[in-house]
C-alpha cells in the first residue's frame, strides 16, 4: 500500500462481535470501516448471551421480573458489567432500584439533623 493511499473495511449486514479489543494506532490511519451498500453493519465488544427467560414474579412496583439461567454459559458470562435487552440497556437486579445509566447506587441525601449515627 503507497503512503496516502486509503483501505476499506466492507463489512456485511449485521453484528460483529469481537472477541478481543481491536488496536488502531495511528498506522492505521488509512483505513476506513464502512457497511456493505444497502446494509447496515456494527461492531460490537459485547458477548451474545443464549437465554431462555422465565416469568419469575412480580416487583413492588408492578414491573415483571424475569430470570434466566445462565449456569451453562458462566465462563462466557463471568465479569459482566452490563446488561442491554433488545439493544437497550436494561436494569439489572439491584435493590432498590437503579437509573441503568449511572455506574454506581444513587444513594439520597440524609438531613443531617435526623441522622442518629452523627
Known amino acids: ?8 473495511v466492507v463489512l456485511r449486514g449485521g453484528t460483529h462481535y469481537l472477541t478481543r479489543t481491536l488496536e488502531l494506532g495511528a498506522r492505521d490511519s ?11 453493519a456494527a461492531m460490537s465488544g459485547a458477548m451474545p448471551i443464549d437465554t431462555a427467560w422465565k416469568v419469575h414474579g412480580k416487583a413492588s412496583t408492578g414491573a415483571t421480573i424475569y430470570v434466566a439461567d445462565l449456569s451453562k454459559q458462566a465462563s462466557e458470562v463471568k465479569g459482566v458489567k452490563g446488561l442491554r ?15 441503568p445509566e449511572l455506574r454506581y ?12 449515627c452523627c
Open 30 to 40: 488509512f483505513l476506513s470501516f464502512v457497511s456493505h451498500a444497502g446494509e447496515a
Open 1 to 8: 500500500m503507497l503512503q496516502g493511499e486509503r483501505a476499506w
Open 85 to 99: 435487552v433488545d439493544g437497550r440497556r436494561a436494569v439489572r437486579a439491584s435493590y432498590p432500584d437503579r437509573d
Open 105 to 116: 447506587l444513587r444513594i439520597p441525601a440524609v438531613n443531617s439533623f435526623s441522622n442518629p
